[in-house]
């Protein structure tokens, strides 16, 4: 067990605080006198408590009061944070929830209609039928073919 | 704090409270020396305890409309300082315990043992020595010795038990002065 831990230590401990009851406190003092390890450590403690006193005195380096002030002053000529916005005063806060839902919804629906229109049409406005290009195989100059046919070199000597 | 004291800061803390931001100030001027240096003696370093005893009033106002005087205004504010200076040092990562043998000196090379304990020397050893605490053992031993709070204030504020509060300052008187005996080679009593 260590120091710290002994009952005795935390006993002594809340007794320099005058943290312990009477009749304990009276028990305690009667023992310490007459244990010279309790004794010494109830002097220790003593004088440890008296050393708090030359804790260096640190200050802050100015008026701390007039800094909070003026910032507080600041923010309320800023403007109240409780004034009413204007979509606050359209729109009641019962029926803002309810209300971005519904617009979502609208837009999404009608969205979907107008595609859906205009798939529809696409044939009737196509005059021609679309030429694939698959069939360009068949041509006679080949897909990425640099000359015609007459003036071919290989269509010559075949020939 | 006397009765007349006590009486203008229920007077102050009153209009504070209805938003009066003159009542306010001449309450942070009222406490301002002791937060800042209850903030200095967790955090160790001048400018964050600025800082931090700034940010701490303005939380107290935000939260002054709320406050009940179940506890003294000091402690409460104490409170709000304990909490952002522990916010900050969790940041920093500094919390955990400091080894006490990790060859760092505790005092200044130059002066003897018997000059350490004189004066003003004496309160700087201290100082160090407390900043080598862990958090838990620094702030009961602050708020105990520095601020005279009563067990049950300081279990209040730190959120434990008062038995806990209780076992707690022993264990951080027995490390200190562990650490004053490892400064000075010498055995500190009275």
Redesign the interface.
Known sequence: M????CPR??A???LV?D?IAAEARLTLLAHARHCPLCG?AL??????????A????????F???????A???AQ?SAGPASRPRLRDRLFPSGLRGLLMPAVGAATALALGLQLGTLLLEQPARSAREPRLVAMAVFDPIAPGGLCPPATCFGMETSR | MDDASAADEAGWIARAQRGDPSAFAALVRLHQQRVFRFILRLTGSREEAMELTQDSFLKAWQALPGWRPRARFATWLLQIARNAALDTLRRRQLVEFAPLDDGLPLSDPAPGPDELWAGRQRGVVLDRALRRLPFEQREVLLLREVEELSYTEIAALIGVAEGTVKSRLARARAALLALLRHTTGERHEG
């Open positions: 260590r120091d710290e831990d230590m935390i002594l401990s809340a605080d943290e010494a002097a220790e403690l003593r004088a440890l408590r008296a050393e708090f030359t804790l260096p005195q640190e200050s802050p380096d008026d701390l009061g007039h800094v909070i002030e910032r507080l002053r309320t």
